[in-house]
Each structure stands twice: as structure tokens, then as C-alpha cells.
């Protein structure tokens, strides 16, 4: 029976007739990128295509440091790896180590390289960038005088303010000569004073636009003492100017608004601030005439005459006051009199002596209190309401008293 291999064991020895073959381990293939996926693990799942035929391709996460772009679909590059067969699926495919791209790739290493070194230069650093003049009055452009660029700058300039002067250098922006003639509009509208410098061009390929990219434009926008916004192709495309100039607009359209005040909106921002001026001194007028009432009341309250009549009329009030407190006081003071003339009266000896008491003394004129102090025929004195009656005590009783009496009268009417 002949022999028989299992599935693996033919896989792995068309895996090892690959790592044998050395042109296989060190190959660069050319094609069209297709079906281009980044994992989250960080590989780069794709395929190489032509006309005739297809290749797969991976690129692993360590390789791809060498990679100076994000490949996508349709793109023409260049792959420098080697060629294995993968055992389980038993499919072979490119391990790619390098890719660049083909053509416009060449030009594409040769701006990162540009970018690189200008960039350690410091000439992109934000420090050298100069503030863009809010009022420009004249603007120099450096483009082609034909074009869709200049034309868009013109209307859009004349739009927003019409009274901005546009200076325009007739400047090539593509083609043999290009870096060259713009270097030179810069240097001549710099001469020329204007206000900001617009460097720029409709948009193109990579081959198109190369001009902006070379180092003399760089350093010419660099070295310029008025400040320069870059306008060069579309919002996608990036040129080393853009990094080098003062400010960059994504397009020249955009660079018009940036470099035109709007006239329309300035005079409404005035108008407003016109009004929120006359509204805040009338605010400030009304306040002030507040505050001088306040102080013509307060100096008329504080007028010397006026504290005299005040303290007179305080006076017054006060001597009212007092004069009332005063008779208040004798009012109830008389009345306290009346009261105790009344008590008095009540306890004086002459109003008893009025109402048929009398008052005795003995010969010695001491007071008479008890049958004791007088013996029989002794003078004594008795003084009733209206005089004295000076007597001699012919009968002395003891126990015998008025109360007693009173009562012997009260049994014998009875």
C-alpha cells in the first residue's frame, strides 16, 4: 500500500518548502490594497490584487512602526516580507515586514522626511507663529491668476468687506519652476507691506501640490516677517507649509474668511455696542440723578436751619411733653393729698371730738385714760369740739363705762 499523509504533515511540509526557499522569505510584491481591516489586537489584515490574480496579506503589530500611512482600499503599494503557508488552514500568505506606497509613495517618504527635519529644526513650533491682524486692509495672494483658488478669495473677500485691497502675485503652483515662483511672490509682497499674505492653490494629487512641500517654500513662509495662512488644495490635504505658516486653512475659500473681517457683522458688533453703551449711560444717568436726590434730601435734612427748626420743633415736643408729664404728676400727686387730708381727717381728734368725744385731761394736763389718775373733787379739763370745760370730778366709779351704760339703757326701754 503506498503511503499515506495526514493533513498536517502535508501542510507543514509545504510550510517548511517555503521557509527553505530564500526568495520567498525576502520578496517585495506590488498590487492593489483590498479588503483592509486593523484588528484590535493592533495586526493588519489585507490583500494584494492585480488583474489576474490575489493575494493575502498580514502585517503584525510589532511591524507596523515602519509604517508612515493608514492603508485603505484601492491604494497602489509596495510589500517587502516573506512568504509562509499557514498549517491549519493550509493556505499560504504574505507576512508583510515593510509597505510603502508606489509612486506618489515615493513622494509621500520624502515629505515624512521633510516634515521630520524641519520639525527638529523648531520650525513648526507655536512660539514662532504670528497673530493674524483682525483688520487687514490689504491682502497679498500668491497663487495662479487662473483657477478656482483666486476666484473664490475675490468673491468671498469682496462678500464680507469690499473695501480690503487684494494684491494677487501671478505666481506657478504646479509643474517645473513652481517652488521657485512662489518663493519669489513671497518675497515681493513681503516688500510690498501688505498686510497678510495668502499662499495657496486648489486642490490636486500628492504630484500636484508637491511644490508647497518643497524645503525653500517652507523656509521662505518661515523667514516671513508678515503673517501667511496657508490655503493649499482641500480640507484632506496636508502640504509642509500648512505646519510651517502662521495659521492654515483647510481651504482657500476658508483662508478668505479667516483673512477678511466680515464688514457687515463689524458695523452690527458696533451698532450693538453703540447701544449698549447708551443704554448703560442712561442706567448711569438715571443711577447719578438717584443718588443726587439722595443728596439734596440728606443736605436739606442736614441744612442748619433746617436741624435748628428741627430741634426747636424737638423742644417743644419735649416742653409739651414735660408740661403734661408735669401735670400728670401734680394731677396724681393732689389727688394722693386729697387722699391722705381725708385719712387724716378721719384720725384727727377734732373730728371725733366733733361727733360728741371729748378729750380730758387731769389738773397736770396729762391725758386722762383711766379713773386712777384723778381722786374726788381734782380739777380736770375737758376739751370738746368747740372750747374746754374745766370741771371737778365729784363721783369716781370704777367699772362703770359708757359701753356699760349703753347697754342699761338699751334693758330699760325695753
Not at 23 to 48: A, D, Q, W
Not at 181 to 186: E, K, L, P, Q, Y
Not at 295 to 314: A, C, G, H, T, V
Not at 360 to 377: I, M, P
Request: proline share 3%; glycine share 8%.
Amino acid at each position: 500500500m503506498q503511503n499515506v499523509y495526514t493533513v498536517k504533515q502535508v501542510n507543514a511540509y509545504i510550510k517548511n518548502m517555503f521557509a527553505q526557499d530564500f526568495m520567498m522569505n525576502r520578496i517585495y510584491v506590488k498590487g492593489e490594497v483590498s479588503n483592509c481591516k486593523y484588528h484590535t489586537s493592533g495586526h493588519i489584515y489585507f490583500s494584494l490584487k492585480d488583474e489576474s490574480g490575489m493575494i493575502s496579506c498580514i502585517m503584525f503589530a510589532g511591524q507596523r512602526g515602519s509604517l508612515a500611512f493608514r492603508m485603505q482600499d484601492g491604494m497602489q503599494v509596495i510589500v517587502f516580507g516573506g512568504i509562509s503557508a499557514y498549517e491549519r488552514d493550509g493556505k499560504y500568505q504574505l507576512y508583510a515586514r515593510e509597505i510603502r506606497q508606489d509612486g506618489a509613495g515615493v513622494l509621500y517618504e520624502r515629505f515624512q522626511a521633510l516634515k521630520q527635519e524641519l520639525e527638529e529644526m523648531g520650525m513648526f513650533a507655536p512660539e514662532y507663529k504670528k497673530p493674524i491682524p483682525p483688520f487687514a486692509k490689504t491682502i497679498g495672494i500668491v497663487t495662479a491668476p487662473t483657477g478656482a483658488a483666486i476666484r473664490d478669495i475675490m468673491n468671498i473677500s469682496y462678500r464680507r468687506n469690499p473695501y480690503v485691497q487684494l494684491i494677487l502675485y501671478p505666481a506657478l503652483v504646479q509643474g517645473d519652476g513652481a517652488a521657485e515662483s512662489i518663493v519669489r511672490g513671497i518675497h515681493a509682497l513681503e516688500k510690498e507691506g501688505v498686510d497678510i499674505m495668502i499662499v495657496g492653490r486648489g486642490g490636486g494629487s500628492l504630484e500636484d501640490l508637491w511644490a508647497f512641500n518643497e524645503e525653500a517654500v517652507a523656509r521662505a513662509v518661515f523667514e516671513c516677517t508678515i503673517p501667511v495662512i496657508s490655503a493649499v488644495g482641500h480640507e484632506t490635504d496636508t502640504t509642509i507649509i500648512d505646519y510651517v505658516s502662521d495659521l492654515r486653512a483647510p481651504t482657500p475659500s476658508a483662508a478668505a474668511e479667516l483673512a477678511v473681517y466680515d464688514y457687515q457683522a463689524f458695523k452690527l458688533h458696533l451698532e450693538q455696542l453703540r447701544l449698549r453703551m447708551k443704554r448703560a449711560v442712561l442706567q448711569n444717568m438715571h443711577v447719578s440723578r438717584a443718588r443726587l436726590e439722595q443728596y439734596r434730601i440728606r443736605l436739606r435734612f442736614d441744612n442748619p436751619m433746617e436741624q435748628l427748626k428741627s430741634k426747636r420743633q424737638y423742644l417743644a415736643d419735649m416742653e409739651e411733653k414735660l408740661r403734661g408729664n408735669m401735670r400728670y404728676k401734680a394731677d396724681k400727686k393732689k389727688q394722693q393729698l386729697l387722699l391722705f387730708a381725708e385719712r387724716m381727717k378721719r384720725l384727727s381728734p377734732l373730728e371725733k371730738l366733733g361727733r360728741g368725744y371729748a378729750y380730758v385731761q387731769t389738773g397736770n394736763k396729762e391725758a386722762l385714760n383711766s379713773v386712777t389718775q384723778v381722786r374726788e373733787n381734782e380739777q380736770i379739763r375737758i376739751y370738746l369740739s368747740d372750747g374746754m370745760i374745766v370741771s371737778r370730778a365729784e363721783v369716781i366709779k370704777e367699772g362703770d363705762t359708757l359701753w356699760n351704760e349703753t347697754k342699761k339703757n338699751g334693758k330699760n326701754s325695753r
